[in-house]
């Protein structure tokens, strides 16, 4: 039950309250193959997210020092009182 005729996770066909056939829809009918875009985004992503991760070591920042500085690179506004 549950599973469509395509044999993928959906809604099962059966009579609807209306008392009609309901189709049967894929779960994930939205989403399609990845292409090369999502693959080039999510290996960005992932090298920055490498690369600040290893801030203490390729940098002479220790944790707390490459810490606090990322997180003051990556404010979304500027602090308050500059302009």
């Given at each position: 039950?549950?599973?469509?005729?395509?044999?993928?996770?959906?809604?099962?066909?059966?009579?609807?309250?209306?008392?009609?056939?309901?189709?049967?829809?894929?779960?994930?009918a939205?989403?399609?193959?990845?292409?090369?875009?999502?693959?080039?985004?999510?290996?960005?992503?992932?090298?920055?997210?490498?690369?600040?991760?290893?801030?203490?070591?390729?940098?002479?920042?220790?944790?707390?020092?490459?810490?606090?500085?990322?997180?003051?690179?990556l404010?979304?506004?500027?602090?308050?009182?500059?302009?």
């Amino acid at each position: 039950e549950g599973v469509g005729a395509e044999g993928g996770a959906g809604v099962a066909a059966g009579p609807a309250p209306s008392g009609r056939t309901a189709a049967v829809v894929p779960a994930a009918a939205w989403r399609g193959a990845w292409g090369w875009g999502d693959r080039i985004g999510l290996g960005l992503v992932g090298g920055g997210t490498l690369l600040m991760i290893l801030a203490p070591v390729i940098t002479p920042h220790d944790v707390g020092s490459a810490v606090a500085t990322l997180l003051e690179q990556l404010r979304p506004f500027p602090p308050s009182g500059t302009t």
